[in-house]
């Protein structure tokens, strides 16, 4: 037998171009008991299509449960993170702390590298102290050291408070 017609719809539904009443036929040719071999493989397709598709309905509960759906994420509340300028601002800060590292870098070693004066060039006995007690000039420099210190741990306490305060209002505003 001869299943020309068969395979000239097969090649149009490849291409998306049969109509709803060639692919009834090629429904009902595959739904046949006896189908060649050649075109064996393509049965399950068809069958399953026909069988899938009288299956397959919403129910009449379909569009309660999504309206109820729909209802249950309306009246959940969002809450909105101020987020304060500071905070903002930071990586603003970091680059401009590395630009300024880089320029302040990059500026030392090319008066290193111009420096045209060398340890044998500087008259060493004719540089003056400011002090002339050594443990002022001690003092005075554990003095400044400690004020440095100071500084670096205040900025370092406010922070990690920042940081903490922050991270409690973010953890509050998940719940």
């Given at each position: 037998m001869d299943y020309k017609y068969i395979e000239q719809l097969l090649d149009k539904y490849w291409r998306c171009e049969t109509t709803l009443?060639?692919?009834?036929?090629?429904?009902?040719?595959?739904?046949?008991?006896?189908?060649?071999?050649?075109?064996?493989k393509y049965r399950e397709l068809f069958v399953l299509q026909h069988t899938e598709g009288e299956e397959l309905?919403?129910?009449?509960?379909?569009?309660?449960?999504?309206?109820?759906l729909t209802e249950e994420e309306e009246t959940k509340t969002v809450k909105a993170i101020t987020i304060p300028l500071a905070t903002r601002l930071k990586p603003l800060f970091k680059a401009a702390a590395v630009v300024a590292m880089i320029v302040t870098l990059g500026n030392a070693a090319q008066l290193?590298?111009?420096?045209?004066?060398?340890?044998?060039?500087?008259?060493y006995a004719n540089i003056k102290d400011t002090y002339n007690d050594p443990q002022a000039a001690y003092d005075k420099m554990e003095n400044a050291l400690q004020l440095v210190s100071e500084g670096l741990v205040s900025v370092r306490e406010n922070d990690s408070l920042a940081m903490a305060k922050s991270s409690i209002v973010t953890n509050d505003s998940l719940r």
């Open positions: 009443q060639e692919e009834a036929i090629l429904r009902t040719f595959f739904s046949q008991d006896d189908v060649p071999d050649s075109l064996a309905s919403l129910g009449d509960d379909f569009d309660s449960k999504i309206l109820s290193s590298f111009n420096s045209e004066s060398t340890d044998e060039e500087i008259d």
